[in-house]
């Protein structure tokens, strides 16, 4: 499996979770790392991304001020820090690897190659 979640999270609302993905990507460095989630029957939506390049991260307007993402190269990892969280982020949650430089593919699903198996976020009132 090229990218491993880590297990799923249940916090309050207001609190923080952060949510881990490690990739057996042979060139993980070279990956473009996307973030997005899917609420109970809702269509899957961009959380954010950060590109290979170490350039501007980019994120949803939903999320922004509260999410940040991360990466260690050195460990083929990429992480979500989730902060102020609220009810309506209850969701799951998937990492993804592409490649390219076009944000406008970057933003979508069909931008990313590889995929986590979803990891469940619930936010509780």
């Excluded at 990956?31 to 899917?38: A, D, I, L, V």
Aim: charged residues 20%; hydrophobic residues 35%.
């Amino acid at each position: 499996v090229p990218l491993q979640a880590s297990e799923r999270g249940l916090v309050q609302a207001g609190g923080s979770l952060r949510h881990s993905c490690a990739a057996s990507l042979r060139t993980f460095s070279g990956y473009n790392m996307g973030w997005f989630r899917q609420a109970p029957g809702k269509d899957r939506e961009f959380v954010g991304y950060m590109p290979s390049s170490g350039g501007l991260t980019r994120y949803a307007d939903s999320v922004k001020g509260r999410f940040a993402i991360s990466r260690d190269n050195a460990k083929n990892t990429v992480s979500l820090q989730m902060n102020s969280l609220k009810p309506e982020d209850t969701a799951v949650y998937y990492c993804a690897a592409g490649q390219g430089v076009d944000h406008a593919r970057l933003v979508r699903s069909d931008g990313y190659y590889y995929w986590g198996q979803g990891t469940l976020v619930t936010v509780s009132s």
